[in-house]
Every structure is written in C-alpha cells, then in structure tokens.
C-alpha cells in the first residue's frame, strides 16, 4: 500500500478560524484556539473548509469497496473496464503472510493465478475487459484518489482507526492520519477512534481485547447506565409539559 498526500487546502487554520468568527465566535481568540475549540467541543461544520486529497495505490478492491461507503467524499478508481489487468498484483492479508509455506497461502495463491490464467485466456479469445473483469478477485490491487473535508475526516478515523476496523484499512486510515496530522496537528492531535476522541467507546461489549484503551476508557453503555433512567424522567416531564 501507497498513500501520498496529493493536495490539501493551504491557510486552512486561518479560513476555518474566519469562518468561526462570522458565526460569533469571540474576535480574541487564535485561528489555533479557534480550531482547537471547534474540533473538540464538536463545533464541527467549520472543518468543512479544509480539504485533503489522497493518492492510494495497491490496494484491494475489497478495501476500495469499504472506503466508497464514506460518501461525504469524493472518489476516484483505477477503471477495470478501460485498463488491462492481466498479470495483476493482489492483496495478501498479513495474517496469511505470516504463514508462508503453509497450505492455505498456497491455496490462495493458487487462486490468483487461476484468476489471473482465466482473464488473459478470456480476453486472448476476444472477450471485452467489461466482461473478462468479473472472473478477478477482491484482492485485486486496485488504485484510488480519494477527497475529503477534514469533518468527513475525522469522521472516517473515528470509525477506521477503531482495532474493529478491517486490518487493510486500519492500515490504511493510520498512514492518511500521520498525513493529516502533520498538516494539521491543532485539528487532528485530539482524533483517533471514536472511544479517544469521544472519551467513551460506543463499541460497547463488542470491543475486542486488542483495544489499547480497553482499560482506560468507560464505554457508553457503563456511561448512560449512570443516568439514562433519571435524565428519561426529565425528558417525559418536559414533553407532558409542552
Ligand atoms: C467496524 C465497521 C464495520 C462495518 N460493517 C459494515 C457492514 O457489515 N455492512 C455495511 O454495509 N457497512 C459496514 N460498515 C460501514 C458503515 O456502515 C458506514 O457505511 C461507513 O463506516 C461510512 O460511515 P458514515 O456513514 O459515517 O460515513 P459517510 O457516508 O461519509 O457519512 C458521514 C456522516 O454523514 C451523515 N450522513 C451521510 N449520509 C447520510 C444519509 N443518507 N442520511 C443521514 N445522514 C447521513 C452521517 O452522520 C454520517 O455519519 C462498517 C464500518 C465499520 C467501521
């Protein structure tokens, strides 16, 4: 996998801050301060302003698939229709690597080949590539551009750096996050997973044991427990009230 950052909106602390400022926010503060406030008290519409572009190459077609689901972006894809995918390189899930020589690489392997044998023998007989395509597997690698603001950002790394994320694309979303938060530490240094950027991990009893903050972090449910009886009381009152 590649990612590169291909462009992202210059200034953009000052804008988002500008933007701030016309909606009432106080005239003394840092476009930094600004910045900081909005992204942590979820003051969020502001980021929009921001944008940031990524050039992704090699990776699978599963993961592209997974990434199209992030609609508030804009998204670009290597055309199986128009390009020749004979000989294609494809996605090897780490786990499997690890057990090199061992026969389920084999077999998956093996897979690829026959895909690959398959497809360069469809389209020697003349079959279209619009046709011949659909014998290629989700491994496929695959190459993506992909345009977000930074509010569908941090939106995507709440929910893609989560240790429940598919491994391609935890992998993925931690090499866009060192991009962005180099670009933007003040926005992004207090993002991660929803559970770090919220200070409550909405994954409930279904957060894994390989969660790092499994220890340190309560989750919603241990949260609203706390409250959610009484403050549904409050909220009855006030609508037999009105
Ligand atoms: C661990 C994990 C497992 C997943 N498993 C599955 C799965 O099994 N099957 C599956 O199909 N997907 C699955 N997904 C994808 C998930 O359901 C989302 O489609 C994906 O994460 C994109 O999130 P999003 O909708 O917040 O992002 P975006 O589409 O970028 O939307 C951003 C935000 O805009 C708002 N929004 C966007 N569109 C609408 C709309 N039409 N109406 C109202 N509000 C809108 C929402 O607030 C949304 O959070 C999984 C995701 C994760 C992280």
Do not use: Q
Not at 16 to 39: D, H, Q, Y
Not at 189 to 211: A, S
């Amino acid at each position: 996998m590649e990612v590169k950052l291909l462009k992202v909106t210059k200034g953009g602390l000052d804008m988002v801050a500008e933007a701030a400022r016309i909606s009432g926010v106080s005239e003394t503060r840092s476009a930094n301060e600004i910045v900081e406030l909005i992204t942590y008290n979820d003051y969020s519409s502001a980021l929009e302003h921001i944008y940031f572009s990524f050039d992704i190459a090699d990776i699978s077609v599963a993961l592209s698939r997974e990434l199209l689901e992030h609609r508030i972006a804009s998204h670009t894809a290597r055309s199986t229709r128009y390009m020749e995918e004979n000989g294609f390189e494809y996605y090897l899930p780490p786990d499997l690597e690890r057990r090199e020589n061992d026969e389920a690489v084999k077999l998956y392997r093996d897979a690829m080949k026959s895909a690959n044998e398959t497809y360069t023998k469809l389209r020697a007989l003349g079959v279209a590539r619009e046709e011949a395509r659909y014998v290629l597997p989700m491994a496929l690698h695959t190459h993506y551009v992909v345009t977000m603001n930074v509010r569908s950002l941090i939106n995507f790394f709440m929910l893609r750096l989560c240790v429940r994320a598919a491994p391609e694309m935890n992998a993925l979303a931690i090499r866009m996050y060192k991009l962005c938060v180099e670009e933007y530490p003040a926005v992004f240094v207090k993002v991660w997973c929803r559970g770090y950027t919220l200070g409550v991990c909405p994954e409930n009893e279904v957060r894994p044991k390989e969660c790092p903050f499994k220890k340190i972090l309560p989750t919603k449910r241990a949260i609203k427990d706390e409250f959610e009886d009484r403050a549904r009381e409050i909220i009855d009152k006030k609508l037999e009230k009105s």
